[in-house]
């Protein structure tokens, strides 16, 4: 079993700046893909950012340019930086452990961010 914590999260203007992060209980090394998705009210869950265990990474468009997925391997943790931040970024954001190309075995309880405009 691996367990995910997040924090993070929080109420900020448009155009600010937040760093969520996820604590694994395992060495994020030997799982393979770490993500980031988010939940809107009324809305589908949906894969923001994916790292895989050697590195790679991928984002949706939207948030392209603007979040950065990383990971300090030897804390077991996985940030979102997420910068220049829109309305529509507000949502709950749950960091996840899997495979590619959804991780999804594994689930944080989620951190809401909420942007004001």
């Known amino acids: 079993q691996v367990q995910l914590v997040e924090s993070g999260g929080g109420l900020v203007q448009a155009g600010g700046s937040l760093r969520l992060s996820c604590t694994v209980s395992?060495?994020?090394?030997?799982?393979?893909?770490m993500g980031w998705y988010r939940q809107a009210p009324g809305e589908q869950r949906e894969l923001v950012a994916s790292r895989t265990r050697f590195g790679a990474i991928n984002y949706i468009n939207s948030v392209k340019g603007r979040f950065t997925i990383s990971a300090d391997i030897g804390k077991d943790t996985v940030y979102l930086q997420m910068n220049s931040l829109k309305p529509e970024d507000t949502a709950v954001y749950y960091c996840?452990?899997?495979?590619?190309?959804?991780?999804?075995?594994?689930w944080g309880q989620g951190t809401q961010v909420t942007v004001s405009s």
């Open positions: 395992r060495n994020i090394f030997s799982i393979n893909a």
């Open positions: 996840a452990a899997g495979d590619l190309p959804y991780p999804s075995e594994y």
